[in-house]
Nanobody, 125 residues
Framework: QVQLVESGGGLVQAGGSLRLSCASS????????MGWFRQAPGKEREFVGT????????YYKNDVKGRFTISRDNAKNTVYLLVSSLKPEDTAVYYC??????????????????WGQGTQVTVSS
């Protein structure tokens, strides 16, 4: 069964960091671009960033540039999101997703066809 499983979330003070992981199974991981999204309470899901299949190209939402870093290890079938200099407004459930091959906009959730269950990040002030 193809699935994505996130881990690494938790409670952290403002200014702190966490490394989120997204492990995949049952799919040819290295063929797919991967994305990270987040959803804060009472808000719509929003795009965080995406990474190309090889890891050579990474694209971020503007307000996380310089604070968040996406990377991947294709040998381990895992994509990572390092979240640093955290702010209370970064509190959300973070999701990884597999981008489909349809060529849709990378920041659009409908361009992704497989999602993990999410991991909670809570930033205290």
């Amino acid at each position: 069964q193809v699935q994505l499983v996130e881990s690494g979330g938790g409670l952290v003070q403002a200014g702190g960091s966490l490394r989120l992981s997204c492990a995949s199974s049952g799919l040819p991981f290295s063929r797919y671009a991967m994305g990270w999204f987040r959803q804060a309470p009472g808000k719509e899901r929003e795009f965080v960033g995406t990474i190309s299949p090889s890891g050579g190209n990474v694209y971020y939402k503007n307000d996380v540039k310089g604070r968040f870093t996406i990377s991947r290890d294709n040998a381990k079938n895992t994509v990572y999101l390092l979240v640093s200099s955290l702010k209370p407004e970064d509190t959300a459930v973070y999701y990884c997703a597999r981008r489909d091959t349809g060529g849709g906009p990378p920041a659009d959730g409908t361009s992704y066809d497989l999602w993990g269950q999410g991991t909670q990040v809570t930033v205290s002030s």
